[in-house]
């Protein structure tokens, strides 16, 4: 992703940078394809996405021309493990709080999302859970009124 | 003039038992709501407005005016003590806020956030009552093209605030204008960037963004440098701001009122461009600039009072004009119209107790902030006593609720997961996301007045050079534009920022 670097050179960070910008602006420009683009008077709706993809991939390829000839330098080292299961337990969150009830979707996210530190006990985690599905109930269930069913249905 | 007796009639509402307990309910929740991250005053707001239909008109939009200003006090806090804003307004009180948290000086933070939000809503309440009827002629010789000009002056100034290259701050901005135009296009009813997904005709909501950048990636950075750990908590030996505090800050919170109650009038600024702008000021005004980001008062006291101020002198533009200024006072729009009125000139001369007891109870809020917040510092002090370990399930459950609450859809809160992934890949790439929610917040409004103001003049620019006031901004843009090119200012700005990505 980062793209090709001879060793020495290349600023991996902002050669990030680039691929994220190009990427944003191609994907822009391919969904806005089929948009019209009208006139500067009779601006259409594919005007403005098209003049902001099209500064998003120029400034890419200037920040990566420039990241290039630049001296190496590290992306930070990436750890899996709070990354996948922090969104892993987001996105079981989401299913479980609509198709199994608030309280089991709220447990879920705790338990679950407490394995992103190796460093917790279980017994900590679970009155951790317990208790914050007691609050969140009263709170937002109770308190300010989210339209969530509290067990399944 | 009387307008004397104008606000002894708005006093006279506001005070009544009911109007009262409504505004301390209001300011209350707000605070709440302010400091856990993940549910913001937009989705409270929200769930809470069929519940103002119940309610007296009054009492409904005093509680609901009481969240949007309350939670500018609680999302300081957050944004102090766990660098986590609270709200979009509160992103720049994490540079210097809790920097200062880490030295120690987290009560003294959260002091001058308290006092300065106080002040500035003091003052704003004032201005709104003496300047409102009056300012609205200004702003109506806004035309479309003052309003582009404007916003691109904004988007601007607030690439000098992301740390880290100019050139990736404005790749942020447009980012954030590519997001705001996803869903229906305004004008032509098309569908834009929504790869085909229904969910995303209506657009992004803000707040998926806001906590999948900001809560969802926070969280996983801040596991994955310090694991069980957690953020490190400096020993806090002073809670209350010295003497050198107050003399620092005190001149910011001026600066930061007189600025933040000017943003909050127009359309599109309110309380975050406001924090951003009077940061950037107060970092241009300082005698040495280079500390920013390290820790300086200033840099607390300044956007804290900006964003209070602006958040109440936004409702400037919706109480005289009938604008909504930002999607806040569409909420507050709507909450009005619940009751079959129409905010707007009528509503000043028909039904002058509705906007005078608005503006006392406003003042009356503040009051009661600062008496909920101050002597509550402790307790929040205490949060940061709480290992990381048990703290980042609580802000994950409330970003979580925060989100799908807002459509009850499994879509946003997966779409706000994914923006969480986007916000680490943002991390390791070292860019700042702050910008990226400037551009979606304007890009809509950008785009709008651009379209209507090439219509009007079939397609001509020059209109931008013709009038003053457009003409104005864009020379303060380029003025800007050309200080971030010039090497020496260029060189100062690294330094400055040096300190924080260490």
Known sequence: ?153 | MDFINLLMLGFGEAITPANLSFCLLGALLGTLIGVLPGIGPTATIAVLLPITFFLPPLAGIIMLAGIYYGAQYGGSTTAILVNLPGEASAVVTTLDGYQMARQGRAGAALAVAALGSFFAGTVATFAIAIAGPMLSQFALSFGPAEYVALMLFGLLAATILASGPVLKAIGMILIGLLLGMVGTDQATGAERLTFGAVELFDGIDFIVIAIGLFGFSEIITNLERSGSAGVTVAPLTRLWPTREDFRQSWAAVLRGTGLGTMLGLLPGGGATLASFSAYSLEKKVSKNPQKFGTGVVEGVAAPEAANNAAAQSSFIPLLTLGIPSNNMMAMMLSAFMIHGITPGPSVLTNQPEIFWGLVASMWIGNLLLVVINLPMIGLWVRLLTVPYRLLYPAILLFCCIGVYSMNNRIFDVVLAAGFGLLGYVFRKANCEPGPLLLGFVLGPLLEANLRRTLLITQGDPGIFVERPISLVMLIATVALLALMIFPAFRKKREEAFQEEEA
């Open chain 1, 1 to 153: 992703m980062a793209g090709p670097a001879a060793s020495g050179k290349g600023d991996r960070p902002d050669l990030l940078t680039a691929a994220i910008f190009v990427g944003f602006g191609v994907i822009g420009l391919w969904q806005t394809r089929v948009l019209d683009g009208g006139t500067l008077a009779q601006m259409g709706p594919g005007y403005l996405p098209r003049v902001v993809c099209g500064l998003l991939i120029l400034l890419g390829l200037v920040i990566g021309i420039a990241a290039m000839r630049r001296d190496a330098a590290p992306i930070e080292p990436i750890k899996l493990r709070p990354l996948l299961v922090i969104t892993l337990s987001i996105v079981g969150f989401a299913f479980a709080v609509t198709h199994l009830g608030f309280v089991i979707a709220s447990m879920f996210l705790i338990l679950a999302g407490s394995l992103a530190d190796p460093g917790s006990n279980w017994r900590t985690t679970l009155l951790l859970a317990a208790g914050l599905t007691a609050f969140g109930a009263i709170v937002f269930v109770y308190g300010l009124g989210v339209q969530v069913p509290l067990w399944p249905q």
